[in-house]
C-alpha cells in the first residue's frame, strides 16, 4: 500500500527567508502524481503545486518549488521569501495512476509552517 | 472557489444518531473522494467513488456508507455517532487521470460536532 510521511510535524522560518518541507512517498509504481496542499485556518484545502512522475524537471510556482528525486522516493516543498500569509498547515499527496485500478489520493499527516515576523 | 460544494456546513448532533453529508463535485468530474481530518490530524482517506461506483477504500468504519448518484452528486451516510466521530469531513473531485487537471478539488468541508 501506498503511504506518504511528512517528517517535521512543525517548522518555523522568519519572514522573508527560505524554508524547505520534507516528504517521502511509497510506492511501487512508476507512474503517479505528487501535490502539496496547503490549509491556512480557515481549513479549506489549497493546491500548492502539483509533479507528474514521468517529468524529470521539478514543478514551480512563484515562490513555490519542489525537488522531487524520484529514486529517492523524496519529495520535498521549498518556500522561498517566506511571507505571514503562507503560515498554515501543509501537505503533501500522492495519487495513484489510474492503470492500478483506482487513483486515490493519499495524504500525509502535514507540517505545521509558523513564519516568524 | 473550487467549484465542489458540500453541505451543510456545520452540524451538531447527539451520540446515536444518523447523518448524512452531501456533495456536489465540480462540473465534469466523475471521481469524488471523502476525508475525515479530525482536530490538527491529517487527512483520513475513507473512500473514493467514480462515476457512480465505489474505486477504493480506506480505513472508513462499518457505520459509515457512501453512494454516488447518477447526476455524480455523492452523500456520505454516518450512523450510529460517537464522541469521536467529531471531526471536518471533506469531499474532493477530480477529473479523470489523463484530462488536463489531475488534482483534487476541496469542499469546504462539513463540520460534525457529536455531543
Known amino acids: 500500500a501506498q503511504t506518504v510521511t511528512q517528517s517535521q510535524p512543525e517548522m518555523s522560518v522568519q519572514e522573508a527567508e527560505t524554508v524547505t518541507l520534507s516528504c517521502t512517498y511509497d510506492t511501487s509504481e512508476s507512474d503517479y502524481y505528487l501535490f502539496w496542499y496547503k490549509q491556512p485556518p480557515s481549513r479549506q484545502m489549497i493546491l500548492v503545486i502539483r509533479?507528474?512522475?514521468?517529468?524529470?524537471q521539478n514543478a514551480t510556482e512563484n515562490r513555490f518549488s519542489v525537488n522531487f528525486q524520484k529514486a529517492a522516493k523524496s519529495f520535498s516543498l521549498k518556500i522561498s521569501d517566506s511571507q505571514l500569509g503562507d503560515a498554515a498547515m501543509y501537505f503533501c499527496?500522492?495519487?495513484?495512476?489510474?492503470?492500478?485500478?483506482?487513483?486515490?489520493?493519499?495524504f500525509g499527516k502535514g507540517t505545521r509552517l509558523h513564519i516568524l515576523p | 472557489d473550487s467549484g465542489v460544494t458540500q453541505t451543510p456546513k456545520h452540524l451538531i448532533t447527539a451520540t446515536g444518531q444518523r447523518v448524512t453529508l452531501r456533495c456536489s463535485p465540480r462540473s465534469g468530474d466523475l471521481s469524488v473522494y471523502w476525508y475525515q481530518q479530525s482536530l490538527d490530524q491529517g487527512l483520513q482517506f475513507l473512500i473514493q467513488y467514480y462515476n457512480g461506483e465505489e474505486r477504493a477504500k480506506g480505513n472508513i468504519l462499518e457505520r459509515f456508507s457512501a453512494q454516488q448518484f447518477p447526476d455524480l452528486h455523492s452523500e456520505l451516510n454516518l450512523s450510529s455517532l460517537e464522541l469521536g466521530d467529531s471531526a471536518l469531513y471533506f469531499c474532493?473531485?477530480?477529473?479523470?487521470?489523463?484530462?488536463?487537471?489531475?488534482?483534487?478539488?476541496f469542499g469546504q468541508g462539513t463540520r460534525l460536532t457529536v455531543v
Open positions: 474532493a473531485s477530480s477529473a479523470t487521470i489523463g484530462v488536463s487537471n489531475t488534482e483534487a478539488f
Open positions: 509533479q507528474e512522475a514521468y517529468k524529470q
Open positions: 499527496a500522492y495519487r495513484s495512476p489510474i492503470r492500478a485500478g483506482n487513483d486515490k489520493i493519499i
